[in-house]
């Protein structure tokens, strides 16, 4: 257990509808990361939050956001949804400042089915 | 911004023999790559790691280079066996953004 926690772990919905993906960081850590991962495909990073704020943005869409709460929790929501948003989408946490420090731990994913 | 290629996208080894997977990146401020092994179906998870200022690091079977200079850092596996297949990433992190190759698949062959 990486001790990164995300809800739900599966998710189907339609064309056209809005999720919300929450993901709850290791105990201590700062940063929180989302990446998406299509089917056989690699690690496509998302978005960025350092305790509260953005720190850097990835290849998000613009029907895509994301938040970081003052208790480090993170969601991310994804409106008007395609079918070709379904995907993987992993949450990760690290401790964010530096070095060695920015290793990953990667919750065990929600997977979007958009149908 | 920062560019990983990872070389092979796939390789496949007889159990026993040594696997070797390739990283190049672009960024000379990237100070700290990861490597990271994900199997089928689950969450990718850090199996070994190496600073900018440290050139070879060993845990028993795994081992990870690099080459500054060249910008590029390794992967070896030695003494390989069926649980070691999976898809392996490598990273390269810079002011807290990993960057990502598309990763290797590893089968090893009983």
């Known amino acids: 257990d990486s001790g990164v926690t995300q809800t739900p772990k599966h998710l189907i919905t339609a064309t056209g509808q809005r999720v919300t993906l929450r993901c709850s960081p290791r105990?201590?850590?700062?940063?929180v990361y989302w990446y998406q991962q299509s089917l056989d495909q690699g690690l496509q990073f998302l978005i960025q939050?350092?305790?509260?704020?953005?720190?850097a943005k990835g290849n998000i869409l613009e029907r895509f956001s994301a938040q970081q709460f003052p208790d480090l929790h993170s969601e991310l929501n994804l409106s008007s949804l395609e079918l070709g948003d379904s995907a993987l989408y992993f949450c990760a946490s690290s401790e964010g400042t530096g070095g060695d420090r920015e290793k990953l731990f990667f919750g065990s994913g929600t997977q979007l089915s958009v149908l | 911004g920062e560019n990983v290629e990872q070389h092979p996208s796939t390789l496949s080894v007889q159990e026993g023999d040594s696997a070797v997977i390739k990283c190049t990146y672009s960024d000379s401020a990237s100070n700290y790559f990861p490597w990271y092994k994900q199997e089928l179906g689950k969450r990718p998870q850090l199996i070994i790691d190496i600073r900018s200022n440290v050139g070879e690091k060993k845990d028993q079977r795994i081992a990870v280079t690099l080459n500054k200079t060249a910008k590029h850092f390794s992967l070896h596996i030695t003494e390989t066996q069926p649980e070691d297949s999976a898809v392996y990433f490598c990273a390269a992190v810079d002011a807290g953004k990993s960057t990502f190759g598309d990763g290797t698949t590893l089968t090893v062959k009983p």
């Open positions: 105990s201590g850590d700062l940063s």
């Open positions: 939050y350092y305790n509260g704020e953005e720190r």
